[in-house]
């Protein structure tokens, strides 16, 4: 058996290790066979906390719902506002070659249920924006 496998404890080395903690805790001073491990002590304990602190979610939270976005938000709807236009345009432009291609690959029978269709879909979207909003304002 190497000596690295001796787990047998020193008593002077351990009572060398209390005497630095113990310092440690108080702020008084080592005594010379205690410093090395008066260093170690004080160093565990300016170690920062792990983990953010409690209800941390919930503050950032708070702090993102009370923030106006300004700019962002500005922003965001010129840009929606770029492209609503651009699809108005594009529409205004191809939109009846779109058809005629739409109507004779698929029929004029089957057109007509396209756009019913699609009146379908935006009045559900419609519905559902109409609920959120009176959810948000009651």
Not at 28 to 46: E, K
Not at 55 to 73: N, Q
Not at 82 to 99: C, D, E, H, R, T
Request: include cysteine; charged fraction near 20%.
């Amino acid at each position: 058996m190497s000596s690295a496998d001796d787990f047998r404890i020193d008593p002077d080395e351990w009572q060398a290790q209390e005497r630095g903690l113990r310092a440690a805790l108080s702020g008084q001073r080592a005594g010379p066979d205690a410093t090395d491990y008066l260093r170690i002590a004080q160093a565990i304990a300016s170690a920062p906390q792990s983990g953010p602190p409690m209800r941390f979610a919930r503050d950032v939270a708070v702090h993102i719902a009370r923030h106006d976005a300004g700019i962002e938000r500005w922003v965001s709807r010129a840009l929606l506002a770029v492209l609503a236009v651009a699809v108005l345009a594009l529409v205004s432009l191809f939109g009846p070659a779109w058809w005629r291609a739409i109507e004779h690959a698929a029929g004029s029978a089957a057109t007509g249920w396209l756009l019913a269709g699609a009146a379908c879909v935006a009045l559900s979207w419609l519905a559902a924006r109409w609920r959120a909003s009176g959810r948000k304002h009651p």
